[in-house]
C-alpha cells in the first residue's frame, strides 16, 4: 500500500536526486579521454575514498532495507558472516593484491590471460558479465520497494527514473564520478541510518535501554550459533568460513570490487582501502540489525502489526509512516543513494570488462577516441540491459539474500580458477576449464535444490540436507580447484604459465 510522503519529504528527495547527479557530472573530462581515464580514473584516487566507495559499493538497497528485515524476524546472526568478511580481506591483500600490482592491469580477468591463456580469460569474464547482471537486476529492483512504498510511482518506473539519472554522470565521468559520488552518498546514509535509529528509539517507551533490554530477553541480540549444520544460514562455521570465501570471490575476483582496488596509487594503499572498508562494514552491519531490533520493539509495544508483503518492507513502511518531516526525505534519499551508487559502479564494471577483456581483445590497434566512444556505448547498452532484468526479476522473499544467492553460483567457480593460477604451478588452461566449468554446474544444483534429497550410495540411503546460500563459494571454489587441479595432471601442459 502507498502512503504518500509528506511535501518537504518529496522535494527533500527530489533535490538530492537532482544534486547527486549534477555532482557527478562535474567529473566529466573535456580534455583527456582515454580508457585509463574512464575506467581507472588514473589511479589517482587516496585509499580513504577508495575505502568508502568499496563499502558504498557493497551496501547497496538490499543490504539497507534487508538486513533491518533480518533482524526484524531473526536475531543478530547475520554478523557472523561480517566476521568471515575481514577474515576474507586479510586473504585477498596476502593472495591476490601483489599480483593484480604487478603489471598495467585494468580488470581481473587479465590477470587470468597472462597465467592461463586467452581461453580461460574470456570465460572467467563472460561468467563475470552473466553473474553481476544478474545479481544486479535483483538489486535495482530492491529500489522498487523503496520508491513504491515512498513515492507510488509503481515499480517499473522508479527502476526507469533512478536508472537514467545514473546513468548520466557515470555515462560521462567515468569511474572518478563513480568514487567520489559514492563517497557523497555513503556521508548520507550512514547519516540517514544513525538518524533513523535515533528516530526508532524516541518512539519506543523507555528509549534505548528499553530497546535493549527487550530485544536481549526475546534473543534478539544473540550473535553466535554453533551449530554444525550446512542447511542453517546464519551459524558461526558458515559465517566465518561461508564469509571468508564470499569475500575472497565477490572482492578479489569480481570486477566490481577489483576495479576499485586498481584505482588505488600502489599496493600499499590499495591493501589499506580494503581492509579499512571491512571495519566500517562490520559496524554499518550492526547498526542495520539494531535498526531491525527496533522495529521489533517498536511494534511490539505498539500492538500494530506491519502490514506488509515481505520483511523487506517493514523498514520501509516505517520511514513514511513513523518518521518526523524532513527526516523521512532524508532516509529515502539515503537509501536511494545507496542504490545509485551501486549502479553506478556496475554499469562502469561491465562496461570496462566488455571492453578490456572482449573487443580490445580482439581489436586491440583501435584509435584512443574510438576505445573512449564504444565505452561509453557500452556502458549505456548495459544500462538498458539492467534496466530489463530489475523489471522481470520482480518478486518476494529477502531480496539481499536472493541478491547473493545468484552471485554466488558462480562466484564459487571464479575463486577456484584464482585459487589455481595463485596457488599452484601445475594447473593449466584445460584443466582449470573443466574444474570451473563442473564446479559451475555443482553449485547450480545445489541452488536449484527445494529441499532435502535422498541418495542411494553402495546400498545406504542417504538424506542430502539443503544446503544454504552461505556455503555456495565455499562448495564451489573447492569443487573446481580440487577438480581443475587433477584434470590437470592428465591433461597436457600446454597453456601452463606463471605469474610474473
Not at 558504498?56 to 532495507?65: M, Q, W
Not at 562455521?237 to 596509487?265: E, N, P, Y
Not at 520511514?319 to 551501486?342: E, Y
Amino acid at each position: 500500500m502507498h502512503i504518500p510522503l509528506r511535501t518537504a519529504d518529496l522535494i527533500l528527495v527530489i533535490l538530492y536526486l537532482a544534486g547527486i547527479t549534477w555532482f557527478g557530472l562535474r567529473f566529466r573530462k573535456q580534455g583527456d579521454r582515454s580508457i585509463k581515464t574512464y575506467f581507472l580514473a588514473d589511479r589517482n584516487i587516496p585509499w580513504w575514498a577508495i575505502a568508502l566507495s568499496i563499502v558504498a559499493a557493497e551496501t547497496s538497497t538490499l543490504t539497507i532495507i534487508s538486513v533491518p528485515g533480518i533482524a526484524f524476524t531473526g536475531d543478530f546472526g547475520f554478523l557472523q558472516i561480517a566476521i568471515g568478511y575481514l577474515l576474507g580481506r586479510i586473504v585477498i591483500c596476502l593472495l591476490f593484491l601483489p599480483k593484480y600490482f604487478r603489471g598495467e592491469l585494468m580488470t581481473a580477468y587479465q590477470l587470468i590471460g597472462q597465467r592461463f591463456g586467452s581461453r580461460l580469460h574470456r570465460l572467467t569474464a563472460l561468467l563475470f558479465l552473466i553473474m553481476r547482471a544478474a545479481a544486479e537486476g535483483v538489486r535495482v529492483f530492491a529500489v522498487a520497494i523503496v520508491v513504491g512504498v515512498a513515492l507510488g510511482t509503481g515499480d517499473i518506473a522508479s527502476i526507469v527514473i533512478l536508472s537514467l539519472l545514473t546513468l548520466l554522470y557515470t555515462f560521462e565521468g567515468g569511474m572518478k564520478a563513480v568514487i567520489w559520488t559514492d563517497v557523497l552518498q555513503m556521508g548520507l546514509y550512514v547519516i540517514g541510518t544513525i538518524v533513523s535509529l535515533w528516530s526508532i528509539c524516541s518512539h519506543i517507551d523507555g528509549g534505548a535501554h528499553t530497546l535493549i533490554s527487550v530485544a536481549s530477553a526475546a534473543h534478539k541480540l544473540t550473535v553466535f550459533h554453533f551449530a554444525w549444520s550446512v542447511s542453517q544460514t546464519y551459524t558461526f562455521w558458515a559465517g566465518v568460513i561461508g564469509g571468508c570465501f564470499l569475500t575472497m570471490a565477490s572482492h578479489g575476483t569480481d570486477q566490481l570490487m577489483v576495479q576499485r582496488l586498481l584505482v588505488a596509487k600502489n599496493l600499499r594503499e590499495s591493501r589499506l582501502a580494503l581492509l579499512s572498508s571491512g571495519v566500517v562494514i562490520f559496524v554499518q552491519f550492526t547498526l542495520f540489525l539494531f535498526i531491525g531490533a527496533g522495529l521489533y520493539v517498536y511494534y511490539g509495544q505498539s500492538g500494530i502489526a506491519p502490514h506488509v508483503a515481505s520483511a523487506d518492507r517493514i523498514f520501509p513502511q516505517y520511514i513514511v509512516r513513523q518518521m518526523p518531516v524532513g527526516i523521512s526525505g532524508l532516509m529515502i534519499a539515503a537509501i536511494l543513494a545507496a542504490a545509485m551508487s551501486n549502479l553506478s559502479a556496475a554499469l562502469n564494471s561491465l562496461a570496462s570488462t566488455s571492453m578490456v577483456d572482449f573487443y580490445l581483445l580482439r581489436r586491440p590497434d583501435v584509435s584512443g577516441a574510438h576505445k573512449s566512444r564504444l565505452s561509453r556505448l557500452m556502458t549505456l547498452g548495459w544500462a538498458a540491459v539492467l534496466l530489463a532484468l530489475a523489471i522481470v526479476s520482480r518478486g518476494s522473499g529477502h531480496v539481499l539474500e536472493i541478491g547473493l544467492s545468484i552471485a554466488s553460483v558462480l562466484w564459487g567457480g571464479m575463486l577456484g580458477v584464482f585459487l589455481l593460477g595463485t596457488v599452484t604451478k601445475r594447473a593449466n588452461e584445460t584443466g582449470t576449464i573443466i574444474g570451473l566449468l563442473v564446479g559451475c554446474v555443482v553449485n547450480l544444483l545445489v541452488w536449484q535444490q527445494s529441499g532435502p534429497i535422498h541418495m542411494s550410495l553402495l546400498g545406504y540411503s542417504v538424506l542430502m540436507p539443503k544446503i544454504a546460500w552461505t556455503w555456495y563459494v565455499a562448495i564451489g571454489a573447492a569443487i573446481t580447484f580440487i577438480v581443475g587441479y587433477l584434470m590437470s595432471l592428465f591433461t597436457s601442459r600446454q597453456g601452463t604459465r606463471s605469474y610474473t
